[in-house]
């Protein structure tokens, strides 16, 4: 198994990495999260939150985008949003700034996908603040099925 907590990669990157490992091999994400290292409580808590919500996290996609986003998208819309909504301590401006970071960090020489995290990113913010997807409306579902 590679080793994810390598060289400047950001808790979020390692997160995003192994959501997305997850998301392609149906491996447990506990089996995943094993060579993870640095700041790792931090890395769980993405990573668990993310597959534990993930179809929650989805409806919030589908419901504030206008189509499905890309495939390798869709790892960093789950850690990004996961934060949002669910991580108390995590502002949203840092939640969704971190992960675009994250993203032009790993896909450097992919500009079309630098720029469609980011549009997408600044599309769920903008389509939660006008169609009353609210922090305290999502925070208030119990369970993600």
Not at 64 to 78: A, E, H, Q, S
Not at 95 to 109: F, M, P, R, S
Request: charged content about 25%; aromatic content about 10%; glycine content about 6%.
């Amino acid at each position: 198994m590679k080793k994810r907590s390598s060289g400047k990669r950001t808790s979020r990157a390692v997160a995003v990495d192994v959501i997305a490992e997850w998301l392609h091999s149906g491996a447990f994400p506990d089996a995943l999260m094993e060579s993870v290292t640095a700041d790792r409580a931090f890395v769980m808590e993405m990573v668990y939150g993310g597959a534990r919500w993930k179809r929650t996290l989805e409806w919030i996609v589908h419901r504030c985008t206008p189509r499905k986003p890309d495939g390798p998208v869709i790892p960093y819309l789950l850690v990004g949003l996961y934060q949002i909504f669910r991580m108390d301590s995590i502002t949203e401006y840092a939640a969704v700034n971190e992960t675009v970071e994250a993203a032009k960090a790993k896909h450097q020489d992919y500009e079309a996908f630098q720029k469609g995290i980011e549009i997408v990113m600044a599309h769920i913010n903008e389509m939660l603040k006008r169609n009353g997807v609210t922090l305290e409306s999502i925070k208030s579902v119990k369970y993600a099925f």
